[in-house]
């Protein structure tokens, strides 16, 4: 096949039974586009609107010159971003069986690391790491093991903590339209973690304004700051948090769940306003 019958396809369909008889020249002008650089314009002009010269990628003419048509155009380029996939998928699955320690790292934290994201990129680009970087994601590596195994001691140490009765009214209370449930009990205040973050399922627990650890997995997990004395008494209060919750309302004269003050008889003797109880399932 020549070169005029390969364009047959991109012709006008007028022009397809005279393509034989057209010459290259006329070929590679059937298919002209403003230009993209100047908008057509010929020249470019500057912030004030001064004509400051003719554009270089058209040379003045306002029009570019292609051989194929835009669709024809916008289809190769699809394939080629297509092929371009499918070699960097090759690249990385070589890369992978090679070194199954490093490509799952970099796979895990590339999109909160940078750096793992720029081994990414060089694997794709040139298919392997140089040696400085292969020794770099060598010790990430191992401090991410180092790091993960000194958390499985501090959770499998840490002091069991049952907060079902907690977790049952901070669902009650979600179902009943609550969308940040709190509880104080006694001195400390329990808040449900959020739903998609790291820490989904846990628990927290502050004093005031001091964080001092959370909840998860039947596991308190004490903050730096939490002393023993917090801990033995956090651990106390979770056993029981509806009497917790009272001797909070009766402590401060204000409801452990919205800590407004309590006014009436009722509310002051069962240490908790009616309202939240009944959201609380209490």
Known sequence: MGYLDSLKDDLPFD???????????????????????????????????????????????????FKTSPEHRAAAKVAVEARKERDQEQVWTTFASEQPEISAWILSSKDGFSFAASLEQAVLKWGKLTDNQLAAAHKCVD???????????????????????????????????????????DVFRFSPAPATGNNAGAIYVKEGEQYLGKVMGGKFLRARDCSDDQQSKIQEVAADPKGAAIAYGKRFGACAICRRELSNAASIELGIGPICAEKFGW
């Open 15 to 65: 022009q397809n039974n005279t393509a034989e008889k057209l010459t290259k020249e006329t070929v590679l002008k059937m298919f002209l586009q403003p230009c993209k650089k100047c908008n057509g314009r010929k020249n470019f002009y500057s912030y004030s609107g001064r004509a400051i010269g003719p554009c270089f990628t058209c040379k003045g003419t306002g029009q570019q010159e």
């Open 143 to 185: 401090s991410r093991k180092t790091a993960q195994e000194a958390r499985s001691a501090t959770i499998a140490a840490a002091p069991e903590v049952s907060l079902d009765s907690v977790e049952k009214a901070f669902q009650r209370a979600m179902e009943a339209g609550i969308k940040r449930p709190k509880l104080n009990l």
